[in-house]
């Protein structure tokens, strides 16, 4: 099949990637002309898409990319991945919308398109299904398919692979629902249908609700078993031992990445908009999360303090800048948020990130250093806020004059836990 995955970013490269190499003709749409010639000289960006795998594709011709809409006509499946962010609290579709106005133009009778792209419940069928409908002159349903699928990606994750993960489908009918269950059949290994697109996206949103609400309790417990004078972890691999009914989260310095800090949001959103009352859970969740830098800086500064040395001027070493353990992406990282909090506290500021190639991150607020022995025993404080397998734990410990552990992997008298 023509296959268009719109947005070749970290959910659309692997998804269009994976449709060539199982034999659909795949073009990759994106809007930014610098990732496209990236993507076309066989550079992966996106570390769970190696640059042979994309380059293979590239050589067969299963795989283009452009940035030349004219090129989606003739499509027989289009999948939306575009980024979905929260402006103000709120919402931001405008990708969605500037998309599906540039596949409706190219929609023919008999085309089929998904979104993938994580939003609220009812969005393909109250936004994108009437956009589509008058770019196209077609109806949904009659005319064309449509239906949501909603992304499961996991950057890094070693464990679940991408096309072994259960895959999502629903349709606006049942023809819509037969077509795109028969396209995610080619691609992963279990799909799970169900009955309307409201439900798809609702499931989606209570995946990453999830998370997020149990990380955060975990995370304000940390911030009071402290305290209290209690080790939160060793308590935390305590209960662990129940095998039923527990579901290990443990602490740390926030969440990042897209889905996280945004997903559940949308969902606090809609139910706000539509019923008029808070979603309490999630917007408690999130306050939790959204101050837990501020927490760690306050450790910090406390630790310095009882030393005698004032935080203006510290040197401080922060281990670990991206959101999520052996990753490259540094988006809503919390660890970067630390970095601000202490700049504006007038520290020196140094940060380690042996993930991230030099020269790829010059907005960071802070200089960025090697984790060598030199390094880690000028600090005034070390902080380990990712514990990166790249990361030498017990020289970091045994150079160290202080740490916060973020991440309970090391220990000593020098060493304080979150």
């Not at 980024?83 to 990708?95: C, G």
């Not at 819509?176 to 798809?200: K, M, N, Q, W």
């Not at 990380?215 to 209290?228: F, G, K, P, Q, V």
Request: aromatic share 6%.
């Amino acid at each position: 099949m023509h296959i268009v995955v719109a947005g070749q970013g970290y959910v659309g490269l692997p998804l269009a990637v994976r449709a060539a190499e199982v034999g659909h003709r795949v073009v990759g749409y994106d809007v930014d002309l610098d990732r496209v010639q990236q993507l076309a000289a066989g550079d992966s960006y996106v570390e769970d898409v190696d640059p042979a795998r994309l380059r293979a594709v590239l050589n067969t011709g299963a795989y283009s990319v452009t940035t030349d809409a004219d090129k989606l006509a003739g499509y027989d499946i289009a999948v939306i991945t575009v980024p979905t962010p929260l402006r103000d609290d709120e919402p931001d579709l405008t990708y969605i919308e500037a998309c599906a106005q540039t596949l409706g133009e190219h929609l023919r009778p008999g085309a089929t398109v998904v979104l993938e792209s994580t939003t609220y419940p009812g969005t393909t069928e109250e936004l994108l299904l009437p956009i589509l409908e008058k770019a196209s002159g077609l109806k949904g349903g009659p005319d064309f398919r449509l239906g949501f699928s909603p992304e499961r990606i996991a950057p890094g994750n070693k464990r679940f692979s991408f096309e072994g993960t259960p895959k999502v489908v629903s349709g606006i009918d049942a023809a819509s629902l037969e077509v795109i269950t028969g396209f995610y059949d080619s691609i992963f290994h279990t799909t799970v249908p169900v009955s309307e697109p409201r439900v798809a996206e609702l499931a989606k949103l209570i995946e990453n609700t999830f998370r997020l609400v149990n990380i955060s309790m975990i995370n304000e417990l940390a911030t009071l078993t402290d305290r209290l004078g209690v080790n939160i972890w060793e308590a935390i691999d305590a209960a662990g031992t129940k095998p039923f009914g527990f579901t290990r989260f443990t602490p740390g310095p926030g969440v990042g990445g897209h889905c996280l800090p945004v997903d559940p949001l949308f969902l606090a959103w809609k139910i706000r908009e539509k019923l008029g009352v808070p979603f309490r859970f999630v917007e408690l969740a999130a306050d939790v999360n959204r101050h837990m830098p501020d927490y760690v800086v306050q450790r910090i500064v406390a630790a310095l303090d009882a030393r005698g040395v004032a935080v203006a001027g510290a040197r401080i070493l922060l281990l670990g800048l991206t959101y999520k353990i052996n990753a490259t992406d540094l988006r809503n990282s919390p660890s970067v948020r630390v970095a601000e909090l202490l700049t504006e506290l007038r520290a020196d500021v140094r940060g380690a990130e042996p993930n991230i190639p030099d020269g790829a991150d010059t907005e960071l607020p802070l200089r960025r250093v090697d984790t060598t022995p030199e390094e880690v025993a000028a600090a005034d404080a070390v902080v380990l806020l990712m514990d990166h397998a790249l990361f030498d734990f017990p020289m970091i410990q045994q150079q160290a004059t202080w740490v916060l552990d973020c991440r309970n992997r090391m220990a000593g008298a020098n060493v304080e836990v979150l």
